[in-house]
């Protein structure tokens, strides 16, 4: 599975963003999709995630209420859409594939990664 994120961009603070990512490669509902994210100085973390059918959705704590996840499996597409930013949303934003079952919340259960989209948050 080949990923590719777009989106990314200066956004102020309140402001909303709507990540992209499509997918190609394979059949593209027998995966769950991921974002993740990873600050500058920080660690990779959660974000959001969505099963194969798009019945399932998972949420960061700090992102719960705030961000939505969603996908369209006839474009190929999972979508981030990020209301309410913050300062702290500011980050390199990836999408990501798996295969199987496992942990949602871990990014090494994930085996296809996406270059990643930078979001910046001003004040």
């Known amino acids: 599975v080949q990923l590719q994120a777009s989106g990314g961009g200066l956004v102020r603070a309140v402001g909303s963003r709507r990540l992209s990512c499509v997918a190609s490669g394979r059949t593209f509902s027998d995966y769950a999709m991921g974002w993740f994210r990873q600050a500058p100085g920080k660690e990779r973390e959660f974000v959001a995630a969505?099963?194969?059918?798009?019945?399932?959705?998972y949420y960061a704590d700090s992102v719960k209420g705030r961000f939505t996840v969603s996908r369209d499996n006839a474009k190929n597409t999972v979508y981030l859409q990020m209301n309410s930013l913050k300062p702290e949303d500011t980050a390199v934003y990836y999408c990501?594939?798996?295969?199987?079952?496992?942990?949602?919340?871990?990014?090494?259960?994930?085996?296809?990664w996406g270059p990643g989209t930078l979001v910046t948050v001003s004040s």
């Open positions: 990501a594939a798996k295969r199987y079952s496992g942990s949602y919340y871990n990014g090494y259960e994930y085996g296809y």
């Open positions: 969505i099963s194969g059918s798009g019945g399932s959705t």
